[in-house]
């Protein structure tokens, strides 16, 4: 019963924007945090789940939304856009896969909010308001790649790859249905992550593990190191590599003016 009286707090606080009541995290053994531990993991699963169900609801949208960019390319490369489904499973599998992803997306700030409220009951009450600032910011940082990636990034990648010309006229473009999903939402996820990068750079800064001299100064060794991990987490073409690399440079340039302001606002 004590543990359906602490799930009640815990959503009852969600839903209200406070804390929870139980707040005696602090004083808890090792065991009594492993159990804390075990019903945060087991309410974001739970949300997940949630989320799963309503999009299953919508799988077919969501396909089509995620298709699209192929689509699109297809028709500019003037051809007609198939893809194929060659294993029996298939077309259920990749279904139950988009309304998965898109259940992540869904309840990612009930997810979030689950390893916060863990995290949190060690933290400082200063740095409890740091991160109840961060939280929404890093939830839209995520949906923003996310949808970045769909709208902007996968359109010109598809056709970058349709009309890539291997140097053999009879190749034909046929990509079966799983790899095409697997690939959009590889991707889909990578820019989502990445868009958190003002929200670690500004973090870094506050820890005094960088400063803000020290990002101005090597401003240039950044856009390398940018270029380097955008050519690791996409496929080897240039196309998704500057996609990605443009926004997150943006991105940077944006996390140095936040350090100045929020500096020149302390002092």
Not at 4 to 23: K, S, V
Not at 202 to 209: R, T
Not at 229 to 243: K, W
Request: charged share 15%.
């Amino acid at each position: 019963m004590s543990k359906l009286i602490r799930c009640y707090d815990i959503l009852l606080a969600f839903f209200m924007g406070r804390e929870p009541q139980n707040r005696a995290f602090k004083t808890m053994s090792l065991g009594d945090h492993l159990e804390e531990l075990r019903w945060r993991l087991i309410l974001a699963l739970l949300g997940v789940v949630g989320g799963l169900v309503i999009c299953l609801f919508f799988g077919g949208r969501l396909l089509q939304f995620i298709a699209a960019p192929y689509a699109t390319a297809m028709e500019k490369a003037n051809l007609q856009p198939v893809l194929l489904a060659i294993q029996p499973a298939e077309k259920f599998l990749v279904y139950f896969k988009t309304a998965l992803l898109f259940g992540l997306i869904l309840t990612s700030p009930w997810v979030f909010y689950q390893l916060w409220a863990f995290a949190s009951a060690g933290l400082y009450p200063r740095e409890k308001r740091y991160v109840r600032r961060i939280f929404p910011i890093s939830v839209l940082l995520f949906i923003a790649g996310a949808f970045f990636f769909v709208n902007v990034v996968a359109p010109m990648a598809m056709l970058f790859f349709i009309n890539f010309n291997p140097g053999i006229d009879f190749v034909e473009v046929n990509f079966t249905l799983s790899n095409y999903v697997s690939f959009v939402v590889l991707l889909t996820i990578v820019f989502g992550f990445a868009f958190q990068m003002p929200i670690v750079v500004v973090c870094f800064e506050k820890l005094g593990i960088v400063t803000l001299a020290g990002l101005i100064e090597y401003r240039k060794y950044a856009i390398l190191l940018l270029v380097i991990i955008c050519a690791l987490v996409t496929p080897p073409d240039v196309i998704s590599q500057i996609a990605l690399a443009v926004p997150l440079y943006a991105l940077f340039e944006a996390s140095i003016l936040i350090c100045w302001l929020t500096r020149k606002k302390a002092g």
